[in-house]
Each structure stands twice: as C-alpha cells, then as structure tokens.
C-alpha cells in the first residue's frame, strides 16, 4: 500500500467518506473535517507513518497531507 | 491501621459564581455562535464572576469540604490553593482562604497551571509522608474571566470561573501520581505585570491568554493518554479496573479523541464542560465533588484523574476511594 492508499483508508475510517471519494485533490472541508477534526487525522498519521507532522494552515487538502509525509519518510 | 504514608480524602466542596453565560449570551457582543462553540468544545454555559471575589468563592468550597469532612478549620495543618493567581499577587490566596474560615495553619499557594490541584496532591503526598500533617486542605480554583481577552473571540469562549476543593486526612487511598513538566512558552502563555519602573526597557506586553489552540490541542490528547497510561500501570491495575475519569475539561474533542485511544470503557469518563467551560486548575475537584455529592463514588472505586496545562505541565493520579 502506498503512502496515498494509507492516508486515504484513516480518513474513510475516521469520517462517513467512501474510500473511492477520497482523492488526492479532495478538500478536507469537502470530506466535512474541521480544523480539529484535522488535528486527529494528523495524530493518526503520526502514529501511522511514524512521523512527526508539523500543524500548519497549508495542509488543507488530501494531497497536501501525503506531500508531507512522502517528503517526512525520505 | 494507621498508615501515615499516603492519604484519602475526606470531604470534598465547590463553588462557583452565580452569573451563567452561554453561548448566545456571548454572541450577543462576539462574532460567534452556539454551534461553533458547541461543535468544537463542548462548552454551552460557564460561570463568569460579577462581584465575587476568588477568595470568596475558594473560601465557599473550602468550608463546603471541611463540612463534608466533618473536620474544624482550626485542625487543618496545612493550606494549598493551586492557582495561577489569586485576588492579590500577596497574601497568597491560600492566606485569605486560611483567615475567612479560621484556620491557623500554614498555607501557600501553587502555580502548575491546569494540572495545579494534581501538583498539589503530590505535596500533600510529601507532608504525609514526613509526617508534618493529618489534615490538609487543597483548593483548586481560578478566575479565567480576569485573564482572557474579550475581544477575542478564540479564547475568551473557553473559559469559566469556578473552585473545587478536598480535605485530606491520613490514609493510603493514593496508588500512583505523576507530574511533568516542559518548559515552552509559545504554545499558551500569560504575560505578568508590566510595572511602571523608570528603568525599565522591557517591552510592554498584554496581559491576556494567548495560545495556540491546535499545538495545544496535540499535546493535550498525547499527554493524557500517556500518564493515564503510566499510572494505570504504576497502580498495578488495567484500564478495565479504573471506574471513574475525571479529564481536565479543556475541550470534550480531547477527551473523546484520548477516549477512543485508550480501552478504558467510555461511559466511565465524567464531564462537566457543558455547564462550565474550562476552569483550569478547578476543573477535577469540581468534577470530583459533583460525583461525591450526588453519592455516585463507592468505597474500593478506582478514580482516575489527568490534567494538562500551561508550561507545559501535566499531571494524573489514581485514588482508591475510601471516605
Ligand atoms: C481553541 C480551539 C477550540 C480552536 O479550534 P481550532 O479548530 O484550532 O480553531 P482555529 O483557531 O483554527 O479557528 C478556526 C476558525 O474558527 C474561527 N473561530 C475561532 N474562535 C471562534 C469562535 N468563538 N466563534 C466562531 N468562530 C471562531 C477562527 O477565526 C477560524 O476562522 P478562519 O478559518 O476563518 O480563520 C481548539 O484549538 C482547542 O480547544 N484547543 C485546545 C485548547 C485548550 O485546551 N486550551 C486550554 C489548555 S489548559
């Protein structure tokens, strides 16, 4: 599984969203996360990817979360 | 038997002031709403000070605990008020608490932020041990609404006034604690007194709360899965065998992000924030004295309780209760 199909089955498992709604251009304000809601989604990828994410306004969509964590595990 | 080494608690008090605002009341002067503050905290109403003094109203939960304790003020050996600040910078809040119910014991106060009354149980902890006291009374208290700014509408919301006390008499109750602290400034932080010294080239800075709600937030679920864990463990027990929480109510998002991390059953977990937003360092007692006087703890039950706060600092302890 590649860092993208990771990311997207937290979010399906933390949110009502399909998997195959989750796109690498699909807003988290679409998938209906607020900016808290966000903050649980990074923790879980932490915890996931054994990384440490810093918070920041920039990650607003799915891709920008999996352009983190790829650039985190180089 | 007589057991010096630790404690139980005895009696326990609350009090808060009479005003109640919620939400709308806010909306009313802050562009915000009930659905946002609902949504993202929890908090629906919080007790906000009008005339009353933090004296006033620790002095309440005090003499509320005492009572409850069936102890006199005059056989207190000791005083601590954990606060971030009392009504004067000097006497010491615990000094006023000890003159309006009679005491005449030592008494000072401690600044450990929200985990303050955690911080407090462990020096209480060290006086039992040492032998120095039978009867010790902590309050728990603080006056938010003098330290937000109400113009800003990010944090001002959060808050709530309110005090939350326990006496403490000989006895093992205590199984675990633990405190930590790591010093940050940035994430949520006060700036003191300016002073008006000729000399002085420091720059002037305000005297609200600041914080970085989301860096904060992190910290909070993190730190309070781990010293749950940790105490849990250093009691001996498993999450299955505590029956009571009571998490520091910063914001329910936290406890129920914490919740789901951690095994212990969901419906043990006991909040308030609905009715009194954040209370810093009065929070646990006040949770405790709801449970205690609407007779929901049983002897042999296995409490948890676990903070976060400014400084950063944390703290959490299981309490057998035993009263
Ligand atoms: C404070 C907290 C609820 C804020 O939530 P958040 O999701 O981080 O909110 P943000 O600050 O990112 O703000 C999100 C949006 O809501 C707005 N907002 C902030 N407060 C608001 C309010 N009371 N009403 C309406 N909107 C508000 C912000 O302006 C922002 O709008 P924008 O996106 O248009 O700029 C949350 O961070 C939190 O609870 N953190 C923990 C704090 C804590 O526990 N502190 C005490 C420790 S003892």
Sequence with gaps: MNVFEKVAEIIANHTDTP????????SFEEIGLDSLDIVDLVMA???????????SQSIKKVGDLVTVIESLKQ | MKSSMSFRILGTGSACPACVKTNEDLSSFLDTDDEWISSRTGTKSRHVSTTETLTEIAATAAKQALEDA???AKDLDLIICATIQGDYITPSLACMVQKEIGAQCPAFDI???CPGFIYALDIALGYFARNKSSK?????TEMMSKHVDWQDRATCVL???????????EGDSLLAIKTTAKGELDILNIHGKNGNSPFSQHEKQDEFVHMNGQEVYKFAVISMCRDLKDVIAAAGLTEEEIDFVLPHQANIKIIETA??????????????????????AASIPILLDELNRSKRLQNGQNIAMVSFGGGLTTGAVIIKWQK
């Design chain 2, 70 to 72: 069936n102890i006199d």
């Design chain 2, 159 to 169: 808050f709530g006034d309110g005090a939350g006390a326990v006496v403490l008499g």
């Design chain 1, 19 to 26: 998997v195959a709604d989750i796109t690498m251009e699909a």
């Design chain 1, 45 to 55: 990828m932490e915890d996931t990817f054994s990384v440490k994410i810093e918070l």
């Design chain 2, 259 to 280: 919740m789901n991390r951690l095994k212990i059953p969901k419906e043990r977990y006991y909040n308030n924030i609905e009715r009194f937003g954040n209370t810093s």
């Design chain 2, 136 to 140: 010790i009374l902590i309050v728990g």
């Design chain 2, 111 to 113: 600044n450990a932020a």
